[in-house]
């Protein structure tokens, strides 16, 4: 259960930036090569956020698609798994998309009263 | 310990095991790399409203002290070897054989990750190399600042080798980055020849895999060329040695590959 201390790291990396403010809605981005897996990261949300600002927000999570060039043939192509092996059999695949892993915004909670 | 966000690990123990009375003066922590600060965000008061854009990434601080280590590693010549596999594939069988193969040319030490017990940190130390436990509790992975205690506690001496064995488990420890100069992924033939597919972030970030156990490949299904070829798969041009600590067979492979470490990742 890495996604424990992972989801750890999405309240450090907020509150760094808005302190002490309730927070609304969270939005995060795993792309689907991260290694993260998102239901998992939604559990220990609930975990982690309970007694900070982000208590009771709501977590988005945006899963960029993996896509990767290869750099012998120059093929762009969409990549659903982390086997790096272009159609023109090369191996030599530079990976464009899919391993993001961060916090992208939040929107913040409106003032209350 | 942050009351925000509660991190400070509070149940991680780091212990180094009593080897000798020369190193009787107790741990000085202010020796090792620097270790996550216990207090202090950078909390801000400005009234902040709408959507705040953030940006971080999210293993932005283990990354953060994981170069610490790296720096720290580097001034001192120390190279770090950071050894993950699932659990039982002969990490700690490696390492007591490893170290009796490079002793006493090379001072080599140990840095054990387990999530209880101290069994690993007793094997090693019979070895006679120092040792020091890591004890993660609930965690199932060795993380930078972790790392940075254990080195604390051991206090490698300059230009030495460190083995660290992570916690045995194939998923979580290939996310976080420990500062160390190459890692090394150990899978036994007794898993079987899909576990670079099923598990490809670990092989995704090996710099070298090592296959164990190959004098058990009579008794199982497994084609060696076929296995190998599952780790270049998602791993494309790794480097990887098929060893058995049981006979000794490709151990002077691995031994060779070590002494081409340099502390600092290529
Ligand atoms: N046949 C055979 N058995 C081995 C070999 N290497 C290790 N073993 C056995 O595999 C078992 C597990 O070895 P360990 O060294 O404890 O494995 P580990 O990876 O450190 O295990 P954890 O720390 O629990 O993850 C032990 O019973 C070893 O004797 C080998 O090359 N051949
Ligand atoms: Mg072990
Ligand atoms: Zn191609």
Redesign the pocket.
């Known amino acids: 259960m890495h996604e424990l201390a992972i989801t750890q790291g999405v309240v450090d990396a907020v509150t760094e930036r808005t302190g002490s403010a309730p927070v609304a809605v969270v939005r995060v981005r795993v792309g689907r090569l991260a290694g993260v897996v998102p239901d998992a990261m939604r559990f220990c949300f609930e975990l982690v956020t309970a007694g900070t600002p982000l208590e009771g927000a709501e977590l988005e999570i945006e899963q960029p698609e993996g896509r990767a060039r290869c750099r012998s043939c120059g093929r762009n192509f969409a990549l659903p798994d982390p086997v790096l092996l272009c159609r023109c059999g090369s191996a030599d695949v530079e990976v464009l998309a899919g391993r993001e892993l961060g916090v992208a915004s939040v929107v913040m909670a409106e003032p209350a009263g | 310990m942050c009351g925000t966000c509660g991190c400070g690990e509070a149940d991680v123990r780091v212990e180094l095991l009593a080897f000798g009375p020369d190193r009787s003066g107790g741990p000085d922590r202010s020796r090792g790399p620097d270790q996550e600060e216990p207090a202090g965000h950078g909390h801000r008061h400005e009234p902040l409203t709408g959507v705040v854009d953030i940006e971080t990434a999210l293993l932005a601080k283990n990354d953060h002290l994981a170069g610490h280590n790296r720096a720290w590693l580097a001034e001192r010549g120390i190279v770090a070897l950071n050894l993950m596999?699932?659990?039982?594939?002969?990490?700690?069988?490696?390492l007591a054989r490893t170290i009796a193969e490079l002793t006493p040319s090379r001072p080599v030490s140990v840095i054990e990750g387990?999530q209880e017990t101290r069994i690993?940190a007793e094997r090693i130390r019979s070895t006679g190399a120092p040792v020091v436990q890591i004890n993660t509790g609930a965690g199932c992975h060795l993380d930078a600042d972790m790392l940075a205690r254990g080195l604390a506690e051991l206090r490698p001496p300059d230009g030495s080798l460190v083995f660290v064995?992570n916690v045995?488990n194939l998923v979580c420890p290939a996310l976080f980055d420990l500062g160390e100069a190459a890692r090394i992924v150990?899978v036994?033939v007794t898993e079987g020849e899909d576990k670079p597919l099923k598990y490809p972030q670990m092989f995704s970030v090996a710099d070298l895999v090592l296959i164990?156990?190959?004098?058990?490949l009579p008794y199982v299904d497994v084609q060696l060329p076929r296995l190998v070829a599952h780790c270049r798969a998602v791993r494309p041009g790794v480097r990887v040695l098929p060893?058995?600590?049981?006979?000794g067979e490709g151990m002077a492979a691995w031994c060779d590959w070590l002494l081409t470490c340099d502390p600092v990742r290529r």
């Open positions: 596999s699932s659990p039982g594939s002969g990490k700690t069988s490696l387990d690993d064995e045995g150990v036994s164990n156990k190959v004098d058990l060893l058995s600590v049981t006979t």
